[in-house]
């Protein structure tokens, strides 16, 4: 299980015990009262979302109130004498072709169907073009990364406000500035990037366990080789401080080759061509080399839980243990939940339509030749088991 997923399975499990989870927020303020803390928060979406609820919002009908308003008519119509069974199919006739109408304007059914074969698309497309993504800012990193609200496009829609008696500062590498918020500054994050190469699943059998070098003094266990769990061969991390200027100044090229060069040496075999996917994340480190688990020296209604760079994610369970100790240390009182239920229920989506009973086979079972539709899709190229080559 890699960080983020088990972030995820966590945040599902507090909402299925009730949690609730608000997500697309950015915490831009903090005042300090007498009796807690005024948390402000920037709540923002997607551009493209606003736009498209904005529109399904400006006016006309929509299918829900053209079902409403004819269901009312109908009753009306009918208990007042106006309307007969004889004018009922008449009535349902226009209610239904504004319906469809409503439908095929807004986007919900498709009136055209795609005939063109997929190898004429695929010639017409020609060569690739880009560059496969777009880098994301070390300061992006600090509020989201690739889903923060620069890189989505995000429109502020609301304000919010929350009065609590205590704030848990778990921001990760933003976690100095909310600190900064209730005039706190004893500590500094600088952020370290962990950079990764993906490769394809028919590289994954070249290591069958973690394969890592003994860890350097200062930057940790290094670049390691290791299958994932869905088969692929997985290099990295990189560990790159920003605040020194070699690092920060590294190429895209000079990281790959740096990469490469190490998992090299593990593993000789791999073929570097087989890379799907490169990503990179900023771990927060602190100016202090430690964790930082304590109450604020401003005010110890902060908690901070900052500075956690590897082992966090071993270490998280023992953390929240830690958070519960100093809140109640400071005066939190706390019940526990009798229906609590540790276990995340599993999140299951049944294949409909031409997926259903599909699923994701051994490396080269239903591999097409590129030409052979039939052959293309029944081959499975997601871990979600959904998209087909």
């Not at 609820?53 to 208990?79: E, F, Y």
């Not at 009136?111 to 994301?136: I, R």
């Amino acid at each position: 299980v890699i960080p983020y997923e088990y972030t995820i399975a966590l945040a599902e499990n507090a909402v299925d015990n009730g949690v609730e989870l608000r997500i697309r927020r950015q915490v831009t303020d903090i005042q300090v009262e007498k009796d807690g803390m005024e948390v402000t928060i920037n709540h923002w979406e997607p551009k493209p979302y606003v736009e498209a609820v904005s529109k399904s919002n400006s006016g006309g009908l929509d299918v829900s109130r053209i079902g409403m308003i004819g269901a009312v008519i109908v009753a009306v119509g009918l208990g007042t004498g106006q309307l007969t069974t004889e004018d009922l199919p008449t009535v349902v006739g226009v209610f239904l072709g504004l319906f469809l109408y409503q439908m095929v304007k807004g986007g919900v059914v498709a009136v055209t169907k795609q005939t063109t074969p997929l190898k004429e698309l695929v010639d017409k497309a020609g060569t690739a073009v880009g560059t496969g993504g777009t880098k994301v800012s070390v300061e992006d990193m600090k509020v989201g990364g690739s889903g923060c609200q620069t890189r989505m496009d995000g429109v502020t829609v609301a304000e919010e406000k929350i009065r609590a008696k205590y704030v848990i500062n778990c921001a990760g590498s933003y976690s100095d500035s909310i600190a900064k918020m209730i005039g706190d500054d004893s500590f500094k994050i600088k952020p370290r990037l962990g950079d990764y190469l993906l490769l394809n699943r028919n590289q994954g059998h070249l290591a069958r366990h973690t394969l890592f070098p003994c860890p350097d003094p200062v930057l940790g266990k290094g670049v390691l080789v290791q299958t994932t769990l869905w088969g692929n061969l997985i290099l990295g991390p990189t560990a790159r401080d920003m605040h020194k200027k070699e690092h920060s100044d590294m190429s895209a090229q000079d990281i790959q080759h740096y990469i490469l060069s190490k998992c090299q040496e593990l593993v000789p075999r791999f073929d570097a061509a087989e890379t799907i996917h490169a990503f990179c994340g900023a771990r927060a480190k602190s100016d202090r080399g430690d964790w930082i688990i304590e109450n604020s020296a401003v005010d110890g209604r902060m908690i901070h839980v900052a500075g956690i760079d590897s082992p966090g994610l071993a270490g998280s369970p023992a953390i929240a243990m830690e958070v519960v100790r100093l809140l109640e240390e400071s005066g939190c009182t706390m019940k526990k939940n009798p229906s609590f239920n540790p276990q995340r229920a599993p999140i299951i989506t049944p294949k409909t339509g031409g997926l259903r009973g599909l699923k994701m086979g051994d490396v080269g079972k239903n591999d097409s030749d590129g030409v052979n539709e039939e052959q293309m899709a029944q081959n499975i190229i997601c871990k979600c088991e959904k998209v087909t080559e």
